[in-house]
């Protein structure tokens, strides 16, 4: 199973983050998907974490820079 797996619903995105730990040595790879996603044009993201035990400080913060720049172009994180 991959690691990270899009989906595009009505208009937004659902990142689904396939991980038993979410760690820093995942972050930089999760960060590329998350702003390929905002160039093309989506402002609503759904990160999907269901399937992870624990998330690391490295890992919540490219989701919190994300959140911040989404938030300038009008948009979030769900």
Do not use: H, P, W
């Not at 199973?1 to 995105?13: D, P, S, T, W």
């Not at 160039?39 to 624990?54: F, R």
């Amino acid at each position: 199973m991959e690691e990270f797996q899009r989906e595009v619903a009505n208009g937004f995105i659902i990142e689904r983050v396939n991980l038993q730990q979410a760690t820093i040595l995942e972050a930089a790879s999760f960060k590329k998907y998350l702003e390929n996603d905002i160039s093309l044009g989506y402002n609503i993201i759904i990160i999907y974490l269901s399937n992870c035990n624990s998330l690391d400080s490295a890992f919540i913060c490219v989701m919190v820079v994300t959140l911040k720049r989404l938030m300038r172009l009008g948009g979030s994180i769900k």
